[in-house]
């Protein structure tokens, strides 16, 4: 049987809790030296399992199951930089709120977000939806308009497809002119759940 190396075998013996306890120590180090790019973790929900993670700035992404997860770390470490950890401490608060909203205790979302993975026209589309009530939904024609650009509404369709945090930047709130659902990152079920979820 291979033996761990000398430097391992500290932690031959370890429990899983206290290995998740050192790793979220590590983690907590290494924020507050400020050796992290991005913070991660995941965590279950109605919807599936998430992907969280964060800067230093905010919360800066949120995937789905249905996304590559490690595709999705990939695009991080090409934008924000390579240095990513789990530490699921580091995102207590925006697992909480997730789980405050989706036990409908929670209508509106507090956590510190950052914008780095998006700019320009989608940005001020994405910026925007928060400002659609919890319960309600406006029409991507209606966010054109809302936003002063009437005629772009399939550029607004984009900025809600690539909407780098969904759920928390409600882009499920919006819905084609007819009312009919429209697309949505982590697909039609998922967008419906969240409606039906708001609507109570």
Not at 102 to 129: I, M
Request: glycine letters at 8%.
């Amino acid at each position: 049987m291979n033996q761990p190396p000398d430097m391992l075998r500290p932690l031959a013996g370890t429990s899983p809790a206290h290995l998740s306890a050192l790793r979220d120590r590590l983690g907590q180090q290494a924020a507050r030296d400020e050796l992290l790019d991005v913070t991660i973790c995941t965590t279950d929900s109605p919807v599936g399992e998430l992907l969280l993670a964060a800067t230093p700035a905010g919360l800066v992404r949120i995937a789905f199951d249905s996304e590559d997860h490690d595709q999705v770390l990939e695009q991080l470490s090409h934008a924000l930089g390579p240095r990513i950890l789990t530490s699921p401490r580091a995102l207590d608060q925006a697992r909480r709120e997730l789980d405050e909203y989706f036990a409908r205790h929670r209508t509106r979302f507090t956590l510190p977000l950052d914008w780095s993975l998006t700019k320009g026209f989608r940005r001020t589309v994405q910026e925007y939806l928060p400002r659609i009530s919890y319960g309600r939904t406006s029409s991507y024609k209606d966010v054109a308009e809302a936003i002063g650009n009437a005629r772009a509404i399939r550029a607004v369709g984009t900025a809600c497809a690539t909407n780098p945090l969904p759920i928390v930047v409600p882009c499920h709130r919006v819905l084609r002119s007819d009312g009919s659902l429209g697309g949505y990152l982590g697909g039609l079920d998922a967008k419906t759940l969240l409606l039906e979820l708001e609507r109570g």
